[in-house]
């Protein structure tokens, strides 16, 4: 094996040690899956990585990198969520962004004066989903949801204003005045 390659083992093992620990202390922003599930990932990582040094060296331990000789850390829960707290309250001070925000507002008031065509066309149930979603995340503690929102940049933002000029695009419509609807009313419809 050559000279690279070895390298390539030591700085990986390195580096997969640094995320397991930056995932232990400060956790990750993976919108699907828990920090537990992610270091137990890092964690087999470091196995593979610790045995493909073992294949290159044998028993001859003086040739190991100082990272070898790290202990592999422990396996975690799969749940294992860092920072919740912070989460839970970047979640809250998102879902009252997004409640704040005008073109949400329109959306939600627009929402069933456009013919079902219309609002497939412009994804308006989907948009404002996001909010609705993350006020179940809220109510339900599902707490990787609310991380995906908390640790947002602003797409979900971005998500309202674009859809709300979609739908003020729409050619001629004339808006009727209808019932005003708002988020909490269309989480008590989509629980139903």
Known sequence: MGKKQQEDYTKSLEESFDRW??????????????????????????????????????????????????EVPPEMDHDYLANVYA?????KEKLAAYLENEDLQYLISVRDVLTDKERKGVCISAVIGYAVGLAHAIRD?????????????GHYMESFRECAGKVRELKNREWKEGEQLTLFSLMEGQSR
């Not at 919108?31 to 137990?40: C, K, L, R, T």
């Not at 989460?87 to 979640?91: L, P, S």
Request: proline share 3%; charged share 30%.
């Open 141 to 153: 503690e599902d707490i990787i949801t609310m991380r995906r929102h908390a640790k947002s940049n």
């Open 21 to 70: 620990e930056y995932l232990l202390h400060y956790g990750g922003s993976d919108p699907f899956w828990s920090d537990g599930a992610n270091m137990n990932l890092v964690r087999n990582h470091i196995c593979y990585y610790k045995g493909k040094m073992e294949e290159q060296y044998g028993e001859d331990k003086h040739l190991y990198p100082e990272v070898y000789f790290r």
């Open 87 to 91: 989460i839970r309250e970047g979640a």
